[in-house]
């Protein structure tokens, strides 16, 4: 992989998910991630629309790019499995993802929101393991 391609992978910036519906049709949602061991993790609700879709077809991308010129964009395309997340383990992946993506404190503020509006509960995580990671600049 291109060195640039892991770089940006491992930046906080917001990843745009593409996958098949289960409409047929292809669908494209905003998505905080984690790059790790090779493989981009995604926290999803039980049963969401976008786990369901991928359960039933694993084929699937993510993009990512800088806002600032020169561009950088990386564009990932594998297969993803979805994973059923205990309570736990899906406050501990939520927590650590929005410390990512928000900082400690805004993290933590995230977290709390989350838990007090009863989200909390079992969960998904969609595991999108790459078949090709392409860097671009533009």
């Not at 940006?8 to 917001?14: E, H, K, S, T």
């Not at 991630?33 to 991928?54: C, H, Q, T, V, W």
């Not at 990512?100 to 989350?114: M, S």
């Amino acid at each position: 992989m291109d060195p640039r391609a892991a770089e940006l992978l491992g930046r906080p910036i917001i990843g745009q998910l593409g996958f098949h519906g289960l409409d047929g049709y292809p669908h494209v949602l905003p998505v905080w991630f984690e790059y790790r061991d090779d493989e981009l993790l995604i926290a999803s609700p039980p049963a969401a629309y976008k786990g369901r879709a991928m359960a039933k077809d694993g084929r699937a991308a993510l993009s990512v790019s800088t806002v600032e010129r020169p561009y950088h964009i990386v564009s990932v395309v594998g297969d993803a499995t979805v994973e059923r997340l205990s309570e736990a383990e899906r406050i501990e992946f939520v927590t650590a993802i929005a410390a990512r993506y928000l900082g400690p404190e805004g993290g933590r503020q995230y977290v709390q929101a989350w838990i007090r509006g009863g989200h909390p509960g079992d969960g998904e995580l969609i595991r999108l393991r790459p078949l090709k990671i392409n860097f671009y600049l533009s």
